[in-house]
């Protein structure tokens, strides 16, 4: 179906055919976690094609929210889209088996750590991008909750930070998701007292 094949399946249209391939895939991500772990095939497939997908999805609703939001079958195909990239970033790649003295980033499963990295800054950006909607925020604000609520945070943030390290401040996803709790932070839950808000941009601002 993905692929343009079964052309036997009759759809009412392609956003219904999509829907239908995307919630299959999360069913299949969260029941069968282990299965896509152990199988470098199914790894592979989620690194050549489901990562890249993601990445470019992302990528249009950072660009284009109010656009693909009106297209049809806009919203429900986000809220897949947010589901799959969630579900990414908190179980993959495989913990790696332990190493002595050091941490190897050789370890089994790693090869899927940029494309997490990658999907994991784009949902930083967009809970932090002063032009999306409070919505879409939002819906990042869960990808993110769902990745630190996971079992093995600490220890799936560190791989993503070595993968990064080097990269500058900018792109370092270490750096990209404190600066989105920090405006989580400052936005939900702090007083919404003018005072302190100018107080607060203006010692941003000399910094």
């Not at 995307?22 to 069913?27: I, P």
């Not at 049809?72 to 809220?79: K, Q």
């Not at 799959?84 to 002595?100: D, L, N, Q, Y």
Request: charged share 15%; aromatic share 6%; proline share 6%.
């Amino acid at each position: 179906i993905a692929y343009g094949g079964a052309s036997e399946l009759k759809f009412r249209s392609p956003e219904t055919k999509r829907l239908l391939c995307l919630d299959v895939l999360n069913s299949a991500l969260r029941s069968h976690t282990w299965l896509f772990q152990s199988s470098s095939t199914l790894e592979a497939q989620l690194q050549d094609d489901v990562c890249p997908m993601l990445c470019s999805q992302l990528q249009s609703w950072i660009a284009h929210p109010l656009r693909n939001a009106q297209a049809p079958g806009g919203f429900p195909l986000l809220l897949q889209l947010m589901r799959m990239s969630a579900v990414i970033i908190s179980r993959f790649p495989a913990e790696p088996k332990p190493t002595v003295g050091a941490w190897c980033l050789r370890s089994e499963g790693s090869s899927l750590l940029p494309d997490v990295a990658n999907i994991l800054s784009l949902l930083c950006h967009m809970a932090t991008a002063a032009s999306a909607p409070a919505w879409l925020r939002l819906l990042a604000v869960e990808c993110l909750h769902e990745y630190m609520s996971y079992k093995g945070f600490a220890s799936r943030l560190q791989r993503v930070f070595i993968i990064c390290r080097g990269e500058g401040e900018d792109v370092n996803v270490l750096t990209t998701l404190t600066s989105a709790l920090q405006n989580v932070l400052a936005r939900y839950l702090e007083p919404n007292d003018p005072a302190a808000a100018a107080a607060a941009a203006a010692k941003a601002a000399e910094k």
